[in-house]
């Protein structure tokens, strides 16, 4: 693989996008024997990591590089599903040990020791689906097409433009639809064009809320992981309030899946003890609860942020003046 310049020589759109590239592929490389080891989850969390970031960065740098079809944005992506599957799975069963089993009584944790058996059984399954994966063919054309290119790398012709000129542009779409989202405004009203935040909702409030809404903000944090990463691509060429938005992002994503991975755990538990645990384990289903609404107050906190005019403005003006420290 082919030591491109350093950041700080990298002057135009395609140094960057090689930068980037080559930085996630070698990531993706170096853990891809851990994994297949499997010794511990934090390998497949670097590796899954380092996918999802060579994919935002094959979306931001499209039009200055020319990518083998075998390195092309849906491949990476099924790719990095695939090893989601398994990383979830992980990170479920941490949940079930840290957070669940020890708030329950023993009669509960014992129905909670019986779904960590099943989530073991599909841990196998989906271990074994990645070790198939990561020694089969489709993965190795990935990896051997993305050496190559990094080897030789192709570019189009908008690639020799100053990074500063194209970065504006790059940014603005992704950070117009994480702000667009509708999930910015559910538990809020608007009245006349003004956002109207209601006073503080009781945990049956939020429950109900997202019970009916739950999946328009993981939507939500989806996007806010899109724009993050795509964020963090650059942030040498702005100063720290822009780092500070990135943060904020951030922290969006984790508080979004945190509430989440409550309605995994619940739909989790009805499909392995074949019962509604909502009815059968009231002190789990209480904790989960709790949880989850710890997780929407700093929700909250968060949306007033994104849903503020100036701040909206303010992120939009920096980004459109790179270097401007």
Do not use: C
């Amino acid at each position: 693989m082919t030591d491109f310049q350093t950041q700080d020589s990298a002057r135009t759109f395609g140094d960057w996008a090689a930068i980037a590239i080559a930085k996630h592929a070698r990531k993706i490389f170096k853990y891809e024997s851990d994994v297949l080891k499997d010794k511990d989850p934090e390998d497949l969390h670097q590796m899954r990591v380092g996918m999802r970031r060579l994919r935002t960065a094959v979306v931001s740098f499209d039009r200055a590089i020319e990518l083998p079809s075998e390195v092309a944005e849906k491949k990476i992506g099924k790719l990095a599903r695939i090893l989601g599957s398994l990383r979830d799975l992980d990170v479920l069963q941490e949940a079930i040990e840290t957070q669940y089993i020890p708030s329950v009584s023993p009669d509960e944790q014992k129905e909670l020791k019986r779904a960590i058996k099943a989530l073991k059984k599909r841990r196998k399954i989906a271990i074994d689906r990645v070790r198939e994966t990561l020694k089969g063919d489709r993965y190795h054309s990935f990896k051997e097409a993305l050496q190559l290119w990094l080897e030789d790398p192709k570019f189009k012709a908008i690639a020799d433009v100053a990074i500063e000129t194209v970065l504006p542009d790059v940014l603005l779409p992704e950070i117009a639809n994480f702000l667009l989202h509708p999930g910015w405004w559910i538990g809020v009203s608007l009245n006349e064009g003004t956002v109207r935040f209601h006073e503080l909702l009781s945990p049956e409030a939020v429950r109900d809320l997202l019970d009916r809404q739950g999946e328009i903000l993981h939507d939500l944090r989806k996007e806010a992981k899109r724009t993050r990463y795509q964020m963090e691509l650059f942030p040498q060429f702005y100063n720290e309030t822009y780092s500070d938005f990135v943060r904020y992002i951030k922290q969006t994503q984790e508080v979004l899946g945190n509430i989440q991975d409550g309605f995994v755990f619940a739909e989790f538990l009805t499909d392995v003890l074949k019962v509604d645990a909502s009815e059968t384990m009231p002190e789990l289903t209480a904790r989960i609860i709790d949880l989850r609404y710890q997780q929407w107050q700093e929700w909250e906190s968060l949306q007033r942020q994104f849903l503020d005019v100036q701040n909206r403005q303010y992120l939009r003006a920096i980004v459109q003046h790179p270097s401007d420290k």
